[in-house]
């Protein structure tokens, strides 16, 4: 599945890139060449972080529905319980 990243946002990353560079390096990079690299970082690298991110949001949610049992929780055949404790308060 290729990772694709809306217009703006790809030319807010393009941006970034070609900032980086001149702040970072000896060198400039155009807006070409930087928009290349994007497609090699989306292409290489987009599966990892995007991977990682789904493993880490199935974790979530596998803790939040091992908690629902905690958290919804209703005791079954409460009526005579309850009953009973409102005789004792008597």
Do not use: C
Not at 6 to 26: C, G, H, M, V, W
Not at 59 to 79: A, T
Request: a negative charge.
């Amino acid at each position: 599945m290729a990772i694709e990243i809306p217009k703006e946002l790809r030319q807010q990353a393009i941006a970034s890139i070609e900032r980086y560079f001149r702040q970072n390096t000896d060198e400039e990079i155009g807006n070409m060449a930087a928009g290349a690299l994007l497609n090699f970082f989306l292409e290489e690298l987009g599966p990892v972080v995007y991977n990682k991110a789904v493993a880490d949001v199935q974790e979530r949610l596998q803790m939040r529905v091992s908690e629902l049992d905690i958290e919804i929780h209703e005791d079954e055949f409460p009526y005579w319980r309850r009953l009973e404790r409102l005789r004792k308060a008597k």
